[in-house]
């Protein structure tokens, strides 16, 4: 895939952004060089509280059966002491540290060791050796895509250990749930202080490192752009993608074979959740190589809010739909069965068009089509750190001339689907609509800051052109 900048490095363009006086800013864009007490107690609030977060939603699950008041009542009320609830928690077990380990070690060769055959005979997919998009150092990756085939590998041998095979049981996820919990932990926060070390000691690519002086905000928000062991191994697109994404439906999967084992039959809502997520999960995959330009890729350092990140708040609290259905199994009447469907799959509509115009739009350099009609778009420029002057084109057609930021909406038309399978009875399982509204709003904002920074008085352009985030006419 061609990266979208047309590169102009003459003296003359470069002369002319240093004195129009938006050079220095302008390459300043990446992640902040500089922390401020806001970010940084920020930072400590979730360095501190996110673990404790995950735990009290799968423990609340496990001991209170999805209640998240119940636990802090019987406390305050001296009912039960930390200790008490502590000590029922199931701790790690050697059971689970074998199938986190085999379960890694086996994503890791599938990313590794077997190149993509998936593009050679799936029309429209885009697979095998692709770049990713232009680094602040002016760094072009290659990637290997095959995101899709590991996903396809892994769930058909999924289904031929539940129907043939019999390995393990279908309910193995969720049998062990809480002991694989510690072993993500293990290795959310080896991954992320190994990434903190390599990055001092042997980075990837010196120049695309940033040390803001503060060790938290380094630790959490990541030093290298883009770590790397070897040629291939690169630490973003297996930790994002793999193994936290592709265990999201095998995770799913295994509640509904929990639901199966305990009352006999799977209900609609579970069903619902299953192939709404399934189709979130798939859309991922078939679009890896796109996913390489987008802000996780392009522009997020590698540390522990990835890192760990991926490894154990993604799978635990991406999948708690699910987990909530296993101890209330809601059986929806088809009206709203129906009406939770549509609004899904309209959300995912949205969410994939959005995506794709803007794909389309960059890869063709605005030679396309969008709704019938040639694209509208705003020039920009910016500069790398190197100081060479790069060109670039801000689409105000299509979805993104509605919002600056209509995927998002989509995504979030799409995450209060899943929640709403789940009927009102408890809050447990909205954390999901609540925590992506919070998510996407702040990369809304964080976007937008590098945005400015990036392009200058461009950007102050497009915002005028587009004056909305999310929703046209209110925010
Ligand atoms: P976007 O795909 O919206 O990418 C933002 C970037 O696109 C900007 O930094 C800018 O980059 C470029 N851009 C902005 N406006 C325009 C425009 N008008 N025309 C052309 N290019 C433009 O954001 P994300 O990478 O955050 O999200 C990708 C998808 O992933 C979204 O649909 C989001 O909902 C989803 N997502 C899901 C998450 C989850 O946990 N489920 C988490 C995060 C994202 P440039 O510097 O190249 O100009």
């Known amino acids: 895939m061609a990266a979208h900048q047309e590169k102009k490095p003459s003296e003359e363009s470069k002369r002319k952004s240093t004195q129009n006086g938006t050079g220095t800013s302008q390459v300043q864009w990446g992640r902040a060089w500089e922390v401020d007490w806001f970010s940084l107690a920020s930072i400590l609030f979730l360095l501190t509280f996110a673990p404790l977060i995950v735990y009290y939603f799968i423990m609340s699950c496990d001991q209170y059966q999805c209640s998240l008041i119940d ?31 085999l379960w890694v070690a086996f994503q890791v060769v599938l990313y590794l060791f077997v190149p993509d055959f998936c593009h050679k005979f799936l029309p ?54 809480i002991p694989l919990l510690w072993c993500a932990n293990v290795l959310g926060y080896a991954v992320s202080t190994f990434a903190m070390i390599k990055s001092y000691f042997f980075p990837t690519n010196a120049k695309d490192c940033k040390f803001t002086g503060n060790f938290f905000y380094n630790y ?17 697109l297996f930790f994002n993608g793999r193994p936290g994404i592709v265990a999201w439906t095998l995770i799913n999967l295994s509640y509904a074979a929990k639901q199966q084992e305990l009352y006999g ?34 522009h997020d350092h590698f540390g522990w809010y990835l890192g760990w990140g991926d490894c154990v708040w993604l799978p635990y609290l991406y999948t708690l739909q699910g987990l909530y259905l296993v101890y209330h199994p809601v059986q929806l009447c088809t009206a709203n069965a129906i009406g939770i469907l549509m609004l899904g799959l309209i959300g995912y509509y949205v969410f994939r068009m959005t995506n794709h115009q803007k794909d389309l739009f960059r890869r063709t350099n605005g030679n396309c089509k969008i709704w019938g009609k040639k694209p509208e778009y705003i020039e920009c420029s910016y500069m790398s750190v190197d100081g060479t002057k790069y060109y670039s084109k801000l689409m105000t057609s299509g979805f993104w001339g509605w919002a600056r930021h209509f995927n998002y909406t989509g995504d979030l038309m799409g995450s209060l689907a899943y929640c709403l399978t789940c009927g009102f009875e408890h809050i447990l399982p909205y954390f999901y609509i609540v925590y992506m509204t919070i998510l996407l709003t702040h990369r809304c904002i964080r976007d937008e800051h590098r945005c400015f920074s990036k392009y200058g008085k461009d950007w102050k352009r497009y915002t005028a052109a587009v004056p909305y985030r999310l929703i046209p006419g209110i925010f």
């Open 71 to 101: 636990p802090l009542i019987d406390l305050l009320m001296g009912n039960k002491h930390l200790s008490d609830i502590w000590n029922k928690t199931p701790t790690l077990t050697y059971r689970a540290a074998g199938i986190y380990t």
């Open 124 to 177: 429209g997919y885009v697979g095998g050796v692709q770049e990713g998009a232009v680094t602040p150092a002016g760094v072009v990756n290659k990637y290997e895509i095959n995101g899709l085939q590991a996903w396809i590998i892994t769930h058909v041998l999924w289904f031929a250990n539940a129907y043939y095979f019999h390995w393990f049981s279908p309910t193995i996820i969720f049998d062990n749930w």
């Open 220 to 236: 959490m928000m990541g030093i290298e752009f883009n770590p790397r062991i070897g040629k291939w191994f690169d630490f973003k």
């Open 265 to 298: 039959q799977v209900t609609n809502s579970m069903i619902l959740v299953n192939v709404l997520q399934g189709i979130y999960v798939l859309d991922f995959f078939w679009n890896e190589a796109w996913y390489l330009k987008t802000i996780d890729i392009c």
